[in-house]
């Protein structure tokens, strides 16, 4: 080949490769403004989900608050009520015992039979135990008892007249009451030593 024509092929060679280089490179430029804007539509759809998402949340956290502060209201009013009327069962199984000293007393008022009226006011009391035991109340045990400070209380030690009830109480001064085995009153007792 003619060094003439060989330097004409290489002109024409670099203007076509100047030309595709050309073509090619506003292709790339839209390419790579298209690659941008389609991830920056991406971006904002997620955004736009995620702010959805984020709502949906917000409004099942509001509804949620909402529930438990009316749950919240309403368990404070019904204990309130509880505490003011939790009597009310009590307190209405001792009325008939109250009827029954008011008839007593009147009775007493007239009556000429001692023995009678004791009868009477023994009965009374029997049905007033009753009624305590319903309720759950229940009589501390003392009699022939070893003491036990968790329901005794000693107020008073006596030498035991046996050596079987020594730290064995002798004798009851107030009766002691529990509640659903709690105690509401101690024994006051009288100890053997």
């Keep these: 080949m003619d060094p003439k024509e060989k330097k004409v092929k290489e002109e024409e060679l670099n203007v076509e490769e100047t030309q595709n280089h050309a073509e090619e490179q506003p292709q790339n430029e839209q390419a790579e403004d298209t690659t941008p804007l389609t991830h920056e539509e991406e971006l904002e759809k997620e955004l736009e989900k995620a702010q959805e998402e984020m709502e949906e949340q917000k409004d099942k956290y509001l509804r949620l608050s909402a529930e438990f502060d009316n749950y919240r209201k309403r368990t404070l009013k019904e204990k309130a009520e ?6 009310e069962k009590s307190l209405s199984s001792i009325l008939p ?10 009775t007493m008022e007239t009556a000429t039979d001692v023995n009678a009226v004791k ?3 023994e009965l009374i009391y ?6 305590l035991v319903q309720n759950g109340v229940k009589v501390i045990e003392t009699k022939d008892q070893p003491l036990d400070t ?4 000693a107020i008073a030690v006596i030498p035991a007249p046996s ?8 004798d009851c001064v107030q009766t002691g009451y529990t509640l659903n085995d709690k105690v509401l009153r101690h024994a006051k007792v009288v100890v053997g030593e």
Aim: glycine share 10%.
């Design 119 to 121: 009868e009477g006011v």
């Design 150 to 153: 968790d329901y005794h209380e």
């Design 163 to 170: 050596e079987e009830q020594k730290g064995k109480i002798l």
């Design 97 to 106: 015992v109250v009827d029954d000293f008011e008839r007593a007393i009147k």
């Design 126 to 131: 029997n049905k007033f135990m009753a009624v």
């Design 82 to 87: 509880l505490i003011l009327n939790g009597g």
